[in-house]
């Protein structure tokens, strides 16, 4: 299994950008997905997350600027991020609950980060 994500790169204060993450290998189901971040020289922290009942979460930092969005038929995950802010500059990680077989307990994977940097 593999989560791959997408959609980095550099972007001035006040734009937008679109964050992807996909899922692929042997999959059974997914339960939650979610974005995490890591500043440089901070913690990773946790921005949003979807459960797979539709119940979305946001970090205060982020409430009313970015949307968590899935797709279940593709097993992706989605970033809408607006109104960006230099201090939104981090290496984004999406991650999942996933189980691979019927007879497999959950596992959680993380994909390999894609950098958001907001300057001018």
């Known amino acids: 299994v593999q989560l791959q994500a997408s959609g980095g790169g550099l972007v001035q204060p006040g734009g937008s950008l679109r964050l992807s993450c996909a899922a692929s290998g042997v999959i059974y189901s997914i339960g939650s997905m979610a974005w995490h971040r890591q500043a440089p020289g901070k913690q990773r922290e946790l921005v949003a997350t979807?459960?797979?009942?539709?119940?979305?979460n946001y970090a205060d930092s982020v409430k009313g600027r970015f949307t968590i969005s899935r797709d279940n038929a593709k097993n992706t995950v989605s970033l809408e991020m607006k109104n960006l802010k230099p201090e939104d500059t981090a290496v984004y990680y999406c991650?999942?609950?996933?189980?691979?077989?019927?007879?497999?307990?959950?596992?959680?994977?993380w994909g390999q980060g894609t950098l958001v940097t907001v300057s001018s």
């Open positions: 991650n999942a609950d996933l189980r691979r077989t019927l007879w497999e307990s959950v596992v959680n994977y």
């Open positions: 979807f459960s797979r009942g539709g119940r979305t």
